[in-house]
């Protein structure tokens, strides 16, 4: 469940084509007011973050739409200054916490030879650690992201499982290569959400 200050993002399919984009206050007020009832029935609304469809009941007025959608996820549509602002009100204060680590000899000697001693070595070798998961929770997420989108409305498409494969072997210019001849929006819908997916090298 987001929180009440988190905008969603999102993107809207009829068919093969995306009909909106934006926050998901703009995107359903647009359709809402452009599209018809048999329209709005077949209508996919996929998350920008996750890829996952995002199900809208649009019975009703559009301000009875959107209360519902506020009832059911919070007050998406405060604004981004908000937001930051929120981020922003008791930010902590950077600080060193003092710990206990146990280590063996022959560890406490190798930190104690590195250039800056034992406690610097240590945060160094921290950060490097938080970096590298980072990254493979970013690639993690994106490949996620990439595979609800595609199984939801490309599942049925020539070379999907194919270039399936290639997302999660992490070959860039061959799920490229697989998804090429894909309805543009879908394909160029895809590549957005598949940005992190792939290691560095690939890129």
Same mark, same amino acid.
């Given at each position: 469940?987001?929180?009440?200050?988190?905008?969603?993002?999102?993107?809207?399919?009829?068919? #093969?084509?995306? #009909?909106?984009?934006?926050?998901?206050?703009?995107?359903?007020?647009? #359709?809402?007011?452009?599209?018809?009832?048999?329209?709005?029935?077949?209508?996919?609304?996929?998350?920008?973050?996750?890829?996952?469809?995002?199900? #809208?009941?649009?019975?009703?007025?559009?301000?009875?739409?959107?209360?519902?959608?506020?009832?059911?996820?919070?007050?998406?549509?405060?604004? &981004?200054?908000?937001?930051? @602002?929120?981020?922003?009100?008791?930010?902590?204060?950077?600080?060193?916490?003092?710990? +206990?680590?146990?280590?063996?000899?022959?560890?406490? +000697?190798?930190?104690?030879?590195?250039?800056?001693?034992?406690?610097?070595?240590?945060?160094?070798?921290?950060? &490097?650690?938080?970096?590298?998961?980072?990254?493979?929770?970013?690639?993690?997420? @994106?490949?996620?992201?990439?595979?609800?989108?595609?199984?939801?409305?490309?599942?049925?498409?020539?070379?999907? +499982?194919?270039?399936?494969?290639?997302?999660?072997?992490?070959?860039?210019?061959?799920?490229?290569?697989?998804?090429?001849?894909?309805?543009?929006?879908?394909?160029?819908?895809?590549?957005?959400?598949?940005?992190?997916?792939?290691?560095?090298?690939?890129?």
């Amino acid at each position: 469940m987001r929180n009440d200050q988190t905008r969603f993002y999102c993107t809207a399919f009829l068919g #093969v084509g995306v #009909v909106a984009s934006g926050s998901l206050h703009h995107v359903v007020s647009t #359709v809402k007011d452009a599209l018809n009832d048999r329209d709005l029935t077949q209508l996919f609304i996929f998350d920008d973050s996750t890829g996952m469809q995002i199900d #809208v009941d649009f019975r009703g007025k559009t301000d009875d739409v959107l209360k519902r959608l506020g009832e059911q996820f919070g007050d998406f549509t405060s604004t &981004e200054a908000n937001h930051q @602002s929120t981020r922003r009100a008791g930010r902590p204060k950077l600080g060193v916490v003092s710990g +206990e680590v146990t280590l063996l000899p022959r560890h406490w +000697e190798w930190l104690k030879s590195q250039p800056g001693g034992a406690s610097v070595t240590l945060r160094k070798l921290v950060d &490097e650690a938080r970096r590298a998961g980072g990254e493979q929770s970013k690639i993690r997420e @994106s490949q996620e992201a990439t595979y609800h989108f595609m199984t939801a409305m490309a599942g049925n498409f020539h070379q999907y +499982e194919e270039a399936l494969r290639e997302l999660y072997a992490g070959d860039l210019d061959r799920f490229y290569h697989f998804i090429d001849d894909w309805a543009p929006d879908i394909r160029n819908y895809i590549k957005r959400l598949a940005t992190n997916a792939f290691p560095e090298g690939n890129l």
